[in-house]
């Protein structure tokens, strides 16, 4: 749910979330076997939740804004992420 109301799916495609059907980012798909984060950061779940607070401080200019998304949500909405395999 945190997802669908975070827009995510403005920009991705993501599995089991209606409507996520954007190209702007790439498709989630699969996230959980992901090797790499925006090809920038190792995949853990540590780094998910950096990078869903603050993917501007990460990647500068990057089109992945910052959603003013807490820590405590990444960390849900990472859990959503790696489910997906
Ligand atoms: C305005 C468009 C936009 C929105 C909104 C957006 N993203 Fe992204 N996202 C991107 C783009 C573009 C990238 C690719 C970044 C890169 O590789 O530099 C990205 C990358 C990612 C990645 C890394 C994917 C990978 O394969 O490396 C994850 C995970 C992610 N976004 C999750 C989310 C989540 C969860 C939300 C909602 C809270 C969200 N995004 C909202 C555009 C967006």
């Known amino acids: 749910m945190l997802v669908r109301e975070s827009g995510c799916g403005t920009c991705h495609v993501i599995p089991g979330i209606p409507d996520a059907r954007g190209l702007v980012g790439p498709t989630l798909d699969q996230f959980g076997r992901r090797d790499n984060i925006a090809g920038v950061l190792r995949n853990t779940p540590d780094n998910l939740v950096r990078w ?3 993917p501007q401080s ?3 200019g990057d089109a992945m804004p910052d ?3 807490t820590p405590n949500d990444a960390a849900a909405m ?3 992420l790696y489910s997906l395999r």
């Open 52 to 54: 869903l607070v603050s």
């Open 58 to 60: 990460i990647k500068p």
């Open 67 to 69: 959603l003013g998304i």
């Open 78 to 80: 990472a859990a959503y």
